[in-house]
């Protein structure tokens, strides 16, 4: 089969198995587009803003599983996409972008609309290629897809100069279906004999501790994972990126750790003896302060990246190995071992962690005229049965959405957890929703974020994808104002959004449907239309108390055991001191 | 401590600037970094030295080994190594007994003189880095006009090798 450069690109794309393409198109990529028009097997998704394609392509990652794929133009196309490619980067999502560069023979004269996009992206990809011939465009595509996917995955940027994509220069194609890479070898396999001390130091413990982040879900090891606790009995928490993985509303789940993590989770942490952790990456977010991590703990790390173990904690057995293949080795040295758990132990321990769980920590005030954040996402929870995707922006809304919306399954909490990118929620909900036609798919926003990406409101009119934003709105860039509170004796600086625009008015101005609501009263029936209306984007803008606090807090320089809790906590903290239950 | 690490790498356009943007970015060290195809062109041989603690010097290679043109890579600190550092010093030579003592004092170094002026030689050095900074330091400031270095290779000892 002979083929030009862009019909390379479509046919490749077609033979990996891309449905969707998230892109927008420019002069460096006009052949490409050209080629694209002629068939319809791969969906074109004409986003409103680069940023929007690769932030709906890594959602799209995110939910499925599958690589997310962008085209953009070069210049300007490339650098728009690079706070897309960062996100990916920093969570470890696999995503292919193809940029268009100008022409071969104008590389370095410093012509219309180029930019070294290799250069300004290497600092941010898992890898980066600048095509030169037309000969190893195949190849380099699948190189590119076999980066992304395998090992600890993350982005992948493939610069086409115009050239290489002229539509009369034809070549025989044929698809790679296999790549060698001699300087790439994702896979590692975890050494036995280190599982198997894991394995002893996990059953002597006498306050076991799991801890386990994304590295579970990217792995796709949810399942060995919930085994292997539940054979077990031990407590887990889990990080942000995370969530899902292991049941949120199961008891064994005491809930997330870290700068908004639960107070019981965040104490455990800090008694327990043993510290399991198996693909997550001791971030800063997690740790606190770092020379008052775990002090009494023995730590076992499992991860894909040996860059990451022993990174910023030492770890004590360090295990170099996939999540899925660690723990179904565990699991067959569990069945066989004649090792004991101390039974007695363990009850102790849960008896001191339930002590920790009665306080309540994410309490909040549920009598107030003012509509809470916490009571909107509690909401959101029973309107959808707790089974929708939710994607989030980044502040108060998103530690909200991770703390009063238990996931139960995983790929199912879709949000920018290194980056943290505001802006992320709306097109990453669109590239769920795309994925997932029959599914409820809810952004859960504030109005400081949405306004970074709200030009797909378009988008999602043009493709028919009818996400509901949920804007929790409380008219401050909610996590600034609440560090300026704490941290800056409430000296608001440039955190209150003036002239907000009306939300009801623009969504409606986009073609979708707008509701506004302020009272506790009015929540439900505006959550349960919202969601009746299938076929449509709706836009729930909720006005929420200015000054809710996301709480529990560990500030910087401060351990797990230095949170700062709520004031109805500290409430309760008193009350159960008086009763004599508080030691 | 001192490291030296060697690499074997890619020998494509944008392997060198991943390896030095990995270190710019993360903030490590660089003493020095030496860079050249290998017997085989598609392979070129990296020598990177590098300072830090045992801590860092592990991500260094840790990072360094997750880059995808790194094909192999050692850490020559950790084994028997032979280092060497190439250097040319141009220097004022006018003057009969200056020529004379220039000389000498290559002589002892073990240095050749390459390039001869009126005014000038140019001398050629091969040794350790210490060894180079010693001749520098005996050549006298004011006597020097230029100073290149190649920066340090190594080589493992014995029959241990860093070839794929």
Redesign the interface.
């Known amino acids: 089969m002979e083929l030009s450069g862009s019909e390379i690109i479509i046919q490749f794309l077609k033979d990996e198995g891309v449905k969707h393409l998230f892109g927008y198109p420019g002069g460096a990529v006009l052949h490409i587009y050209d080629a694209l028009q002629k068939q319809d097997d791969v969906m074109h998704i004409l986003v409103r803003h680069e940023q929007g394609a690769t932030h709906a392509a890594d959602g799209y990652a995110r939910a499925t599983g599958k690589p997310g794929v962008c085209l953009v133009t070069s210049g300007p196309g490339a650098t728009n996409a690079v706070t897309g490619i960062a996100t990916a980067y920093m969570d470890s999502i696999p995503l292919v972008v193809l940029t268009g560069q100008v022409p071969s023979h104008a590389i370095g004269s410093d012509a219309f609309q180029e930019v070294d996009a290799?250069?300004v992206t290497?600092?941010c990809v898992?890898?980066?290629f600048?095509v030169k011939d037309l000969n190893k465009l195949a190849e380099t595509l699948k190189k590119a897809f076999y980066?992304a996917t395998t090992g600890r995955p993350g982005p992948v940027v493939v610069d086409i100069p115009k050239d290489i994509t002229a539509p009369h220069i034809k070549i025989p194609y044929v698809y790679p279906e296999k790549i060698e890479?001699?300087?790439?070898n994702p896979n590692f396999k975890g050494h036995p004999r280190q599982i198997k001390r894991a394995l002893e130091l996990l059953l002597g413990a006498k306050r076991p501790m799991i801890y386990s982040g994304g590295g579970i879900i990217m792995g796709e090891a949810s399942e060995e994972l919930r085994k292997f606790v539940r054979k077990l009995g031990y407590p887990i928490t889990q990080t942000l990126m995370g969530l899902g993985a292991f049941p949120g509303t199961d008891p064994q789940f005491i809930g997330m750790l870290g700068m908004h993590g639960t107070y019981e989770a965040n104490m455990a942490m800090h008694e327990c003896d043993v510290l399991f952790c198996i693909g997550a990456r001791f971030d800063d977010r997690i740790t606190g302060v770092t020379s008052k991590f775990c002090p009494y703990a023995q730590i076992i790390h499992v991860d894909i990246?040996?860059?990451s173990i022993?990174?910023t904690i030492n770890a004590d057995v360090p295990i170099v190995g996939g999540a899925r293949q660690v723990l179904t080795e565990m699991l067959k040295a569990l069945d066989k071992t004649e090792l004991k758990i101390d039974k007695s132990a363990i009850d102790a321990w849960w008896k001191r962690i339930a002590a920790w769980q009665s306080q309540d920590s994410f309490a909040y005030d549920k009598t107030s005229e003012l509509i809470q954040p916490q009571a909107a996402v509690e909401e959101l929870y029973r309107v959808t049965k707790g089974d929708a995707y939710i994607t989030s922006d980044v502040g108060q809304h998103q530690m909200y959405a991770a703390q009063f919306y238990p996931f139960d399954k995983p790929r199912r909490w879709i949000n920018s957890g290194g980056l943290g990118t505001m802006g992320f929620g709306l097109p990453a909900a669109m590239g769920v929703k795309l994925a997932f036609p029959d599914k409820d798919v809810a952004c859960i926003t504030g109005e400081g974020s949405i306004q970074m990406c709200i030009q797909e409101l378009s988008t999602c009119l043009q493709y028919k994808t009818p996400v509901k934003i949920i804007n929790l709105n409380n008219r401050y860039l909610g996590m600034v104002r609440q560090w300026q509170e704490f941290f800056y004796e409430k000296r608001y600086s440039h955190v209150y959004m003036d002239s907000l625009p009306d939300f009801v008015k623009l969504a409606e101005a986009y073609g979708h449907v707008g509701i506004q609501v302020d009272k506790p009263a009015d929540l439900h029936d505006a959550m349960v239309e919202a969601f009746k209306l299938k076929d449509r984007t709706v836009f729930l803008d909720i006005i929420t108390d200015q000054e809710a606090n996301v709480y529990p807090m560990i500030s910087a320089g401060k351990a797990h055991n230095e949170m700062d809790i709520s004031p109805l906590q500290q409430l309760k903290q008193a009350s159960l001191k008086a009763k004599g239950e508080l030691v | 401590m001192r490291h030296i690490v060697s690499l074997l790498v890619e020998n494509e356009a944008g392997a060198l600037s991943r390896i030095s943007g990995l270190f710019s970015a993360r903030g490590y060290n660089i003493e020095s970094l030496t860079v050249a195809t290998t017997e085989d062109s598609t392979l070129s041989r990296m020598t990177i030295i590098t300072t830090g603690s045992d801590r860092i010097i592990e991500q260094i290679t840790k990072q360094l080994n997750k880059l995808v043109d790194v094909v192999k890579l050692q850490d020559m600190t950790e084994g028997n190594f032979i280092e060497r550092e190439m250097m040319f010093v141009k220097v004022k030579a006018d003057g009969e007994s200056k020529r004379a003592e220039i000389h000498r004092l290559s002589d002892i170094f073990r240095a050749r003189i390459i390039d001869v002026t009126d005014t000038t030689f140019c001398i050629e050095l091969t040794g350790s880095g210490d060894k180079l900074d010693a001749y520098i330091k005996a050549m006298h400031e004011n006597n020097i006009v230029e100073v290149v270095r190649s920066g340090s290779m190594g080589i493992l000892r014995g029959e241990k090798a860093l070839t794929l």
């Not at chain 1, 890479?181 to 790439?184: D, H, I, K, N, T």
């Open positions: 290799v250069g290497r600092p898992k890898h980066n600048l980066v890479m001699r300087s790439y990246d040996p860059a022993s990174k």
